[in-house]
Nanobody, 115 residues
Framework: QVQLVESGGGLVQAGGSLRLSCAAS????????MGWYRQAPGKQREMVAA???????NYADSVKGRFTISRDNAKNTVYLQMNSLKPDDTAVYYC?????????WGQGTQVTVSS
């Protein structure tokens, strides 16, 4: 069993920054990929950023140049550095981890960006 614990969400003014973290623990075999998704009220969950084996990354067009995903393999932790935040970034952010081909999800952390 894999557990994902997210932290770092909160309230920030437009233009500010936040860093989300997601720590995986439990019966981890091999983390192949980690990523962040978000879901705003009334909208579908969307991929924000992902990092896979080899270090390659993918970003949603809406966050390119503003968000950076990184990971600490020793800690089984993935981070999302969010800069130049916009009100449209307001959402619940969920961590996703692909461990040995099995997806796991964090509990979600609220990010609210005020104007």
């Amino acid at each position: 069993q894999v557990q994902l614990v997210e932290s770092g969400g909160g309230l920030v003014q437009a233009g500010g920054s936040l860093r989300l973290s997601c720590a995986a623990s439990g019966s981890i075999f091999s983390i192949n990929a980690m990523g962040w998704y978000r879901q705003a009220p009334g909208k579908q969950r969307e991929m924000v950023a992902a990092i896979i084996s080899g270090g390659s990354t993918n970003y949603a067009d809406s966050v390119k140049g503003r968000f950076t995903i990184s990971r600490d393999n020793a800690k089984n932790t993935v981070y999302l550095q969010m800069n130049s935040l916009k009100p449209d970034d307001t959402a619940v952010y969920y961590c996703n981890v692909d461990d040995f081909g099995i997806d796991h999800w964090g509990q979600g952390t609220q990010v609210t960006v005020s104007s």
